[in-house]
């Protein structure tokens, strides 16, 4: 699997996009991009993935660059409920290996009033 | 949406005691997982199953097994309970497939107390 980089903290305004960026340089051409957050006490939440084309949802935007190096995890309108540890996976997995995702350190995104 | 429940939120048990800890999903995914989180030490994978009555073993799976009889039930059970066990312990499961696979939906954890 691809190593992932990201800031371990970053802060928002509420009411503010927040971008949270994350570094995958050594991606290979079937890994998706995943990514995930965790609010404290809680399991972690599924938020969105993407092979090589921008991917939005509900939750968020995401944004691969063309030679997939980089990702980066768009809240459109940040609220207080969006401080949580963000990780961001890359992964290709098959059914004998599923689930071993490296949750890392992630960055932790503070939104503040 | 995917609901993931696992039985309880807080256990405590007794060193040695046998322990059990229940996780059932709602939308009908094949692959299910155990997964335990400590400080520090991120999530790290106990046991994993892509298919009823089939497991895989994760990154860490000695002192616990893993029963599924059914395929919404994904069981995790501690033998004999330890100190060293004492953690959060985390139920998910995901539909089999290479886009979802890593497509994971969490439950709310149990924190689990060995005395």
């Known amino acids: 699997d691809a190593k992932t980089t990201q800031p371990p903290s970053m802060d928002c305004a509420e009411g503010r996009a927040a971008n949270l960026p994350c570094n995958h340089s050594?991606?290979?051409?079937?890994?998706?991009v995943y990514w995930y957050r965790q609010i404290h006490s809680q399991g972690p939440q599924y938020i969105i993935h993407?092979?090589?084309n921008n991917e939005t949802n509900e939750m968020a935007s995401l944004i691969i660059t063309e030679d997939r190096k980089s990702s980066t995890l768009i809240l459109p309108h940040a609220t207080l409920r969006d401080t949580a540890v963000y990780y961001c996976?890359?992964?290709?997995?098959?059914?004998?290996?599923?689930?071993?995702?490296?949750f890392g350190d992630g960055t932790t995104l503070t939104v503040k009033p | 949406d995917v609901k993931v429940t696992q039985s309880s939120r807080y256990l405590v048990k007794r060193t040695g005691e046998k322990v059990f800890l229940e996780c059932v999903q709602d939308?009908?995914?094949?692959?299910m997982f155990w997964y335990r989180q400590d400080p520090g030490l991120g999530l790290r994978l106990i046991y994993f199953?892509?298919?009823?009555?089939?497991?895989e073993k994760g990154d860490i799976p000695e002192g616990y097994s893993v029963s599924r009889e059914k395929k919404e039930r994904f069981s995790l059970i501690l033998e004999s309970a330890s100190t060293n066990q004492t953690s959060m312990y985390l139920c998910?499961?995901?539909?089999?497939?290479?886009?979802?696979?890593?497509?994971?939906?969490f439950g709310s954890g149990t924190q689990l107390s060995v005395l």
């Open positions: 050594t991606i290979s051409g079937n890994e998706y």
């Open positions: 199953s892509y298919d009823v009555k089939m497991k």
């Open positions: 993407g092979l090589k």
């Open positions: 998910a499961s995901s539909l089999a497939g290479p886009a979802t696979n890593e497509k994971l939906f």
């Open positions: 996976i890359v992964r290709v997995a098959m059914v004998t290996n599923a689930g071993k995702s490296t």
């Open positions: 939308m009908d995914h094949e692959n």
